[in-house]
Structure formats: C-alpha cells, structure tokens
C-alpha cells in the first residue's frame, strides 16, 4: 500500500503532525504459475529441468493527446525438458515475470493472466507437456482513450457510461520441449 508523503512527524506511536492516508493503486496485476507433472510425483522423481524465458514483450496504453498512459513490459518464464523416469518433457513454473508496468494517475490498469487446460502434444509413452497463457491487459478511464490504427483489429474500444476502456491481448504457447511461441497478439 502506499502512503501520502508528509512534511515533519515525531516518531511515537500516539503522536504525529501529519494525516497519513493510504493511496489506492491505480495497477493490479494478478499472475499464475502453471506446472505439468506427472500425477503423484515428488519434486526429486523430475530430472533435467532447465530455466528459460521468452520475450520481452511490451505493451503501450495511447490517450486522445497521442501520450503513452500506461505501459506493461514482461517476459514469459518456465522450466522445460522435466523427465520422469526417463521420459517425457514436463513443464514447471510457467508464468508471466514483469519487468515493468506503469500507469498515470487518473487511468487504471489490470493485467490478468490465465491458463488453458495442460495440452499433449506428444505421445502417451513419452508426453510433451503444454499449455497457452493468456495476458489480458485493460486500462480504464472516464477520459477518452484511443489507439493508433494499427492496434484495432487486435484491441476491444469499450465505451459506456462514460466510462472507457481498451483491452489489449497476447497468448503464447509454452511447451515442456522447451518450444514457445506467440499464438495471437499485436506486438512483440
């Protein structure tokens, strides 16, 4: 949470010079972390796992004035090639890493993150685990916000109340062979 900043204050618990007020933050980000394993299995069964990312991948909100408003930057990370009895390629941790996500005052920016149900794209013997994360990122406001042209066939313009909203997305395959891809998104 933050905090209003205050010119002087005595440090004692009864007594204080200021009014300090908790700020709401106009950022939320809300991540999940997506492992597929076998069923069962202990941590010490898996072997060969190695760390990676994907990206970085950026993504910048534009008001009526032509100025960025808010922005999220990010890598996608995970741990690849997990074997299980000498088999298999499973995936661990799998999640969106920020590097940065900023928005102005007055606008407010959510980003989400989900997961598709664990994909196969192996065989039964010897399974490549999979899955497709998808960000969702949204900035809403009660001033007007637009894009620049390239952005609309991939990007939501909700208007109501006058309340406006932009919504941007991106979904990347990450698979236990290592293998990551972008499925659909604007930019990256």
Same mark, same amino acid.
């Given at each position: 949470? *933050?905090?209003?900043?205050?010119?002087?204050?005595?440090?004692?618990?009864?007594?204080?010079?200021? @009014? %300090? *007020? $908790?700020?709401?933050?106009?950022?939320?980000?809300? /991540?999940?972390?997506?492992?597929?394993? /076998? $069923?069962?299995?202990?941590?010490?069964?898996? =072997? @060969?796992?190695?760390?990676?990312?994907?990206? /970085?991948? =950026?993504?910048?909100? &534009?008001?009526?004035?032509?100025?960025?408003?808010?922005?999220?930057?990010?890598?996608?990370?995970?741990?690849?090639?997990?074997?299980?009895?000498?088999?298999?390629?499973?995936?661990? @941790?799998? !999640?969106?890493?920020?590097?940065? %996500?900023?928005?102005? $005052?007055?606008?407010?920016?959510?980003?989400?993150? !989900?997961?598709? @149900? $664990?994909?196969?794209?192996? !065989?039964?013997?010897? /399974?490549?685990?999979?899955?497709?994360?998808?960000?969702?990122? =949204?900035?809403?406001?009660?001033?007007?916000? %637009?894009?620049?042209?390239?952005?609309?066939?991939?990007?939501?313009? &909700?208007?109501?109340?006058?309340?406006?909203?932009?919504? *941007?997305?991106? %979904?990347?395959?990450?698979?236990?062979?290592?293998?990551?891809?972008?499925?659909?998104?604007?930019?990256?």
């Amino acid at each position: 949470m *933050k905090y209003n900043n205050c010119d002087s204050f005595v440090i004692k618990t009864t007594e204080s010079k200021c @009014d %300090i *007020k $908790p700020i709401n933050s106009n950022i939320a980000f809300n /991540p999940i972390s997506v492992s597929i394993l /076998p $069923p069962n299995v202990n941590w010490f069964d898996m =072997e @060969d796992f190695t760390s990676k990312k994907y990206g /970085p991948f =950026e993504f910048n909100f &534009i008001n009526a004035n032509n100025n960025i408003i808010a922005g999220v930057s990010f890598y996608i990370s995970y741990n690849s090639h997990g074997i299980f009895n000498s088999t298999g390629h499973y995936l661990a @941790d799998a !999640t969106v890493s920020p590097m940065a %996500i900023f928005c102005n $005052p007055g606008y407010y920016i959510t980003c989400n993150v !989900t997961a598709s @149900d $664990p994909i196969n794209y192996g !065989t039964k013997t010897n /399974p490549i685990a999979g899955v497709n994360l998808k960000i969702q990122m =949204e900035v809403i406001s009660y001033n007007k916000l %637009i894009l620049e042209e390239n952005y609309h066939s991939l990007t939501n313009l &909700i208007s109501s109340d006058n309340l406006n909203a932009v919504e *941007k997305y991106l %979904i990347v395959n990450i698979r236990g062979d290592g293998v990551a891809s972008v499925i659909s998104g604007y930019s990256y």
